[in-house]
């Protein structure tokens, strides 16, 4: 199952987690196990830890692998994550689909 995770570390956060349970979830998070955190420190609090679709995870995951690609900094994971993911990907959107064909048909 996936939990998104808000948080709060000198501002709110949020970040994505795989986990059997809540529980795990948490644990997860405080191990540093999670996706795309604009945030950092030893210090988190946190405020809410709730499970999501598979749909929001999967636009979670495309809007971080998005700046990666912004920033220049897209890793081959990224690439590999971002044609698992062609199917929810908006079919407007050349830069995705661009990036995430590196050579497949659509």
Partial sequence: MKYKINYYFDGNGEVMVEAKNKKEAKDKFFEGEFESEEGWGEQYN???IEPVSEEEWAK???E???KSIENE???YGELMALQSLIKYIDKNDMVLLEWASCGVEL
Avoid: D, F, G
Wanted: net charge positive; charged share 15%.
């Fill in 46 to 48: 946190i405020n809410s």
């Fill in 60 to 62: 979670n995951r495309l």
């Fill in 64 to 66: 971080s692998i998005r």
């Fill in 73 to 75: 900094s897209v890793s």
